[in-house]
């Protein structure tokens, strides 16, 4: 009897491997931003009064202060508060400056629209 051919060897094939699950995209962190309101619009000077307002996309602890335009400058205040847990932050300030002064908050890379309150 003549050998037959021989078998043939099975065929490996290298198992299929899924594509790795690509990650969701990361949500892009909020922008920080920060609103300011004062309690009043006109005061007499050195009559205390709050600036109030919200910061979005910065953590609860950070410092924001007030700042007042003097010239083209604008000058930070001894008015520091912390953002507190819900977002939000309130000061009480006083000026002497007599005239309208323009204020703002800065702080979390934000700074807010400009506030004007009027010292009498």
């Known amino acids: 009897m003549k050998p ?18 690509k990650p969701a995209p990361a949500k892009p962190a909020a922008k920080a931003a920060l609103t300011a309101k004062a309690s009043v619009n006109s005061v007499k000077a050195w009559e205390q009064f ?14 924001v202060t007030l700042q007042q ?14 953002v ?23 702080g979390g890379g934000a700074v807010s629209p400009v506030v004007t309150v009027t010292v009498r």
């Not at 709050?50 to 410092?63: E, F, L, Q």
């Not at 932050?89 to 703002?104: D, P, T």
């Open 84 to 106: 507190n847990k819900s977002g939000t932050y309130s000061m009480r300030v006083k000026l002497g400056i007599k005239g309208k002064n323009e204020l703002r908050v800065a």
């Open 69 to 82: 335009k003097q010239g083209a400058k604008w000058v930070s205040l001894p008015a520091t508060v912390a």
């Open 50 to 63: 709050r600036v109030s307002g919200t910061a979005t996309g910065i953590k609860a602890g950070t410092s």
């Open 4 to 21: 037959g051919p021989a078998p043939a060897a099975p065929v490996k094939r290298a198992p299929v491997k899924a594509a790795p699950a």
